[in-house]
């Protein structure tokens, strides 16, 4: 397993950007799948976007967000980042980052490891 912590959380006004980071533990970081998924107040926990630990790394995301924000990892830093562009009131939430050595996955149970959440407020 890897330890993850993530960063960059805030609060922003509606249209504006953060950029998140998750920073790994860990040599075999390269070889992990790593996702990002949130939490807001009273509703479960859902999907945002994962990104592969191939070479030619391949995204995916949730349909909410897609064209919005964007996964990008420098395995060198051992660092995931979720850039967030034109924020809205409904991305309000705890986000958290997970590893997995599963290919690339959209169900949180697939992932083993989780960092401890930074919180995203987004004013309207």
């Known amino acids: 397993q890897v330890q993850l912590v993530e960063s960059g959380g805030g609060l922003v006004q509606a249209g504006g950007s953060l950029r998140l980071s998750c920073a790994a533990s860990g040599r075999t970081f390269s070889t992990y799948t790593v996702g990002w998924f949130r939490q807001a107040p009273g509703k479960e926990r859902e999907f945002v976007t994962a990104i592969s630990w191939s070479t030619i790394s391949t995204s995916y995301y949730a349909y909410s967000v897609k064209g919005r924000f964007t996964i990008s990892r420098d395995n060198a830093k051992n660092t995931v980042y979720l850039q967030m562009n034109s924020l809205k009131p409904e991305d309000t939430a705890v986000y958290y980052c997970?590893?997995?050595?599963?290919?690339?996955?959209?169900?949180?149970?697939?992932?083993?490891?989780w960092g401890q959440g930074t919180q995203v407020t987004v004013s309207s």
């Open positions: 997970a590893a997995t050595k599963a290919t690339m996955t959209r169900d949180g149970n697939d992932y083993e490891s």
